[in-house]
Nanobody
């Protein structure tokens, strides 16, 4: 069993930065592909970014490409989401999720494909 906990959310002005952290219990977390999603009330959960088990490959939604960076520290069992040039439309609850093997594709951008989820952290960007 893997428990996932996000942190680092908060209130920031447009143009500012935040770094979200996703810490997980269980030594197998470092062997899982991990993603970040976000959700606003009344809308479906939206894919943000994905990182492979080794951290060697990343993938981003077009809406955050060039502004957000996903990374992982295998020794700390932690995945990060560095968010720069934040916009009011980035306001959402951000969730970290892990997908267990097998991996038949290189991109997993649907929430239905992930197995473990955190409780989410609120990010609010003021204009």
């Amino acid at each position: 069993q893997v428990q996932v906990v996000e942190s680092g959310g908060g209130l920031v002005q447009a143009g500012g930065s935040l770094r979200l952290s996703c810490a997980a219990s269980g030594r197998t977390f470092s062997s899982y592909l991990t993603g970040w999603f976000r959700q606003v009330p009344g809308k479906e959960r939206e894919f943000v970014a994905q990182i492979t088990r080794t951290g060697g490959s990343t993938y981003y939604a077009d809406s955050v490409k060039g502004r957000f960076t996903i990374s992982r520290d295998l020794a700390k069992n932690t995945v990060y989401l560095q968010m720069n040039s934040l916009k009011p439309e980035d306001t959402a609850v951000y969730y970290c999720a892990a997908k267990t093997p097998p991996y038949y594709r290189s991109i997993y951008d649907s929430e239905r494909e992930y197995d473990y989820w955190g409780q989410g952290t609120q990010v609010t960007v003021s204009s």
